[in-house]
């Protein structure tokens, strides 16, 4: 055990007050590209998916015959005037994106299904076509808000862990269900205070859940953790194989909260890589020096994404 939070001390003055993850933008693209009308007439519908940035647009131009022509070829031979697009300017000017906002960065292509509601109706939505595609994405745009949806919707029964708010403890104070680890140089305390895992005076120590898991699995985890006075606190996940060994280290999650008082909550997505077992989960801090230093854990969450 003596490499379990090793790892974990060593990395985390790098790792301390490290920010969320940057949020990813994705710009829909393919043959149900609105027009400037379709965008604005269909945009809160298509936000609803909370997965895109923004959009191309199918260019529509209103000649002086009064027929709206479709103009997506750039190579015609067709004459332009610019008053052909002053409908279509005015319909962008009308339309009130709230996050469809970006039109460029990474695009996502699709020919056989849409995300548009309008259009041809005989297609079906992608989410209707692939089930689970536009929360697939809303992970990869963001996992640090997929995380919390999924958390939040999750039943109290569906949390893996055990003693999560640390509402049991033994008649020493410390938390049952939880193990307990620190280096043979700190002599700090472990023990439960007012519904949370506490360490005192710790120079290197964790509490920590052993959880099975298979390859592919995706969880979702979070806790709550408030620090008094020194020391680098840190929420981590790491892996074990079936047999309890250590592996897979390049793939630790390492999350420390934000430099402010009071409480943080700390979330993330993890994927279980190939070859392990078992999921980790560590509540730990490091570097504590003085008689008043704290770090406080409550209301840990793992929660299997089945989808």
């Given at each position: ?22 949020i ?50 750039a ?20 339309a009130r ?6 039109d460029?960065?990474?695009w ?15 297609h079906?939505?992608?989410p209707?076509?692939l089930p ?9 745009v963001?996992?640090?808000?997929a ?9 109290p ?5 055990a ?6 403890a ?10 307990t ?15 949370a ?8 120590g ?6 099975p ?12 953790v ?32 934000a430099?402010?008082?009071?409480w ?13 077992g078992?999921?980790?989960v ?7 020096t ?12 793992l ?5």
């Amino acid at each position: 055990m003596a490499g379990a939070y090793a790892a974990v001390a060593a990395s985390s003055v790098l790792a301390a007050g490290a920010a969320e993850p940057p949020i990813r933008k994705l710009i829909a693209t393919g043959w149900d590209s609105p027009t400037p009308a379709r965008f604005r007439a269909e945009l809160a519908a298509f936000e609803k998916w909370g997965v895109f940035g923004g959009t191309t647009l199918a260019p529509a131009r209103r000649g002086p015959d009064g027929v709206q022509h479709d103009c997506r070829n750039a190579f015609s031979r067709e004459h332009w005037e610019r008053s052909d697009f002053t409908e279509a300017l005015a319909e962008l000017k009308a339309a009130r994106p709230l996050t469809a906002t970006d039109d460029f960065l990474s695009w996502i292509y699709g020919e056989t299904a849409r995300w548009w509601p309008g259009g041809r109706k005989e297609h079906p939505t992608w989410p209707e076509k692939l089930p689970g595609a536009d929360r697939a994405l809303q992970r990869a745009v963001n996992p640090v808000a997929a995380a919390r949806a999924m958390l939040t919707s999750a039943k109290p029964e569906d949390n893996l862990l055990a003693n999560p708010a640390f509402a049991e403890a033994d008649t020493n104070g410390l938390a049952l269900k939880w193990w307990t680890w620190q280096d043979e140089s700190s002599h700090g305390q472990f023990t439960t205070c007012d519904g949370a895992a506490c360490l005192k005076q710790m120079a290197n120590g964790c509490f920590g859940q052993t959880i099975p898991v298979q390859p592919g699995e995706r969880y979702a985890i979070s806790s709550r953790v408030r620090k008094t006075g020194g020391g680098v606190s840190m929420v981590s996940v790491r892996w074990k194989t079936p047999e309890q060994r250590w592996t897979a280290e390049s793939l630790d999650q390492r999350l420390s909260p934000a430099q402010r008082d009071g409480w943080n909550e700390l979330v993330t997505l993890v994927q279980v890589p190939e070859g392990v077992g078992h999921l980790v989960v560590l509540l730990g801090v490091a570097q504590q020096t003085g008689p008043t230093d704290l770090a406080e854990f409550d209301d840990v969450r793992l929660v299997r994404i089945r989808e």
